[in-house]
């Protein structure tokens, strides 16, 4: 019998990109908008024009980038003090941020919050918060607030892994689960905690792991690719919508800079930190644009101008702002509601 042989074609078919061209756009905006915020508060740091505690948030800003993607108008946001990303990506403008951290009257908190306090309540951006893991229970308690007025809205909490040994984050962790609290609990591992490894502080390195002991939904996620961050959200979000409780993401990102600006980060070896340079979040989604003829080199390079502008007029508006007046001391400290059951 004479054997056919079906003759296979040379031409692949191109693959059909998972998210649209305005999404790349999006994501590659809010990055680089992102990475050159904190490269010039970085210098405006070392010309003493920014003073206190200085944590950036470069390498991380792929997380933001994809958070905001999959989430809904109304979801709230809670996190740690490297917050000026997730602040800029909620919607706060460059220049209400950096003149927040030259500590002026313009800032998003009127100059009384620098590095890391900002909040925003038009956003439901709730900080940045100062004291390590103290925002897991208030990220729990805001969740719990929607859930009792009825929304979908769900919170993200999101915290650090040197955070994550905090005793309050266990307290959470079983009260959400026990109350079916849309809550999604996002650990930021970027493999240090101010310098000491996760290696060194528990022996469960997989930290997402940590919610089996609550049959709490638990995943890791790629850190530094939007595509990932965006799918794993989606998911949770979901899962939480959907009143099922909550939802615990390890995402595994790397911070390029020091803890602080006071840290050399000497307890990183360069091959590490070579390794790492590779999987640059901003540099990978810059070359997939362009791969996918979702921009051209010189739309990209407009984009990079555009947001170089945007960052100079932010220094200029923070440097010609005012310092808050000394009355402001007394101003926003207490909020009075008035309650009908309660006789003040």
């Not at 206190?52 to 933001?64: K, M, P, S």
């Not at 929607?146 to 979908?152: A, I, L, S, V, W």
């Not at 996002?186 to 940590?210: D, L, Q």
Request: with cysteine; net charge positive; glycine share 10%.
């Amino acid at each position: 019998m004479e054997q056919v042989v079906e003759k296979k074609s040379n031409t692949r078919k191109k693959k059909t990109p998972k998210f649209s061209k305005e999404t790349y756009l999006k994501w590659y905006e809010t990055m680089l908008r992102i990475r050159r915020f904190e490269e010039r508060a970085l210098m405006m740091y070392g010309q003493q024009k920014i003073r206190g505690f200085l944590h950036v948030y470069i390498g991380q800003e792929a997380i933001t980038a994809g958070m905001e993607s999959a989430l809904q108008e109304g979801d709230c946001i809670v996190t740690a003090y490297r917050q000026h990303g997730t602040a800029i990506g909620r919607g706060v403008t460059t220049k209400a941020a950096m003149a927040e951290l030259f500590g002026k009257a313009t800032g998003v908190v009127k100059g009384k919050g620098g590095s890391m306090h900002f909040f925003y309540k038009p956003n439901n951006y709730f900080g940045g918060n100062g004291i390590v893991g103290a925002q897991i229970p208030i990220g729990t308690g805001i969740a719990f607030a929607e859930k009792y007025r009825g929304t979908d809205n769900l919170c993200v909490t999101m915290f650090g892994d040197g955070a994550a040994r905090q005793g309050a984050l266990h307290e959470s962790f079983n009260m959400a689960m026990n109350w079916d609290i849309p809550v999604l609990y996002i650990c930021e591992n970027n493999g240090y905690a101010m310098g000491t490894s996760v290696g060194r502080t528990s022996n469960v390195e997989e930290m997402y792991k940590m919610g089996l002991s609550y049959n709490m939904p638990c995943e890791p996620v790629d850190g530094m690719d939007p595509e990932a961050v965006h799918e794993a959200i989606s998911r949770a979000a979901k899962h939480i919508r959907a009143g099922k409780g909550p939802y615990f993401l390890e995402i595994r990102t790397y911070r390029y800079k020091g803890h602080s600006v006071s840290d050399p980060a000497k307890y990183r070896t360069k091959d590490e930190v070579s390794h790492y340079k590779d999987l640059d979040p901003l540099k990978i989604t810059e070359k997939r644009l362009l791969e996918r003829g979702f921009a051209t080199e010189d739309e990209v390079k407009a984009l990079k101008n555009a947001i170089k502008t945007e960052i100079d007029e932010a220094v200029k508006f923070a440097e010609a702002s005012p310092f808050p007046d000394g009355k402001e001391l007394w101003t926003d400290n207490y909020v009075q509601e008035d309650y009908p059951y309660i006789k003040y």
